[in-house]
C-alpha cells in the first residue's frame, strides 16, 4: 500500500481508511422531482457504470430513487470524485432529454462520505437498501428494480469482477 504522509494528522488515521478510497455518495434531482426510477434512466446508469468500471472507478451496490441516487463508489486515487458525479449526471440528463424532458435535472454538487475501514459497508447499504420501503414505494426491499451491485466491492480489497 503506498502511504502518504499528511502533516498534522494523528498517525491513528493511516491505518483507517481503505487501500482504495470508497465514497458513499449521494445526489439529488431539482426540487426533488420524481425522474430518475425508470429503465431509460437505469440502464444509462448502468453502461456508465459498466464503461468506468472498465477505467478503474467501480461502482458497488446503489439504490435509484425517484428524485435521488445513491451509490458506493471505489477509485483509484488519481480520478477526482467530483469528475465521475458531474459526467453520471450529464449521462444520466442526456437520457432524460432523449426520452421528452426538457427542464433542470439536478440539484447543485452532491453528499459523498469517504468510508473508512472501521466502517460497515454491509451496514450503510442495509440502511440505503431499504429506503424504497422506508419511502412507502415497496412493501419489501428486493421489490425495488432500479438497485444493484455494478461491482463486487470487498471490504478492504480492490473492486473484484
Request: no cysteine; hydrophobic share 40%; glycine share 6%.
Amino acid at each position: 500500500m503506498n502511504k502518504r504522509i499528511i502533516k498534522n494528522v494523528p498517525h491513528r488515521l493511516e491505518t483507517v481508511f481503505f487501500s482504495q478510497p470508497l465514497y458513499f455518495v449521494t445526489f439529488n434531482t431539482w426540487q426533488r422531482a420524481k425522474l430518475l426510477a425508470n429503465e431509460h434512466v437505469f440502464n444509462a446508469f448502468m453502461e456508465y457504470a459498466q464503461k468506468n468500471a472498465i477505467a478503474g472507478r467501480a461502482i458497488g451496490r446503489f439504490v435509484i430513487m425517484p428524485d435521488h441516487i445513491h451509490l458506493f463508489l471505489r477509485m483509484k486515487e488519481e480520478f477526482k470524485l467530483s469528475d465521475f458525479v458531474r459526467l453520471l449526471k450529464h449521462r444520466l440528463t442526456k437520457e432524460l432529454y432523449s426520452i421528452g424532458f426538457n427542464g433542470k435535472v439536478w440539484q447543485p454538487g452532491f453528499f459523498d462520505h469517504l468510508m473508512r475501514s472501521s466502517e460497515s459497508y454491509s451496514e450503510k447499504w442495509q440502511y440505503v437498501y431499504g429506503n424504497p420501503v422506508r419511502k412507502g414505494l415497496v412493501l419489501n426491499s428486493e421489490e425495488w428494480k432500479w438497485q444493484g451491485e455494478v461491482v463486487v466491492i470487498d471490504r478492504v480489497g480492490d473492486a473484484e469482477r
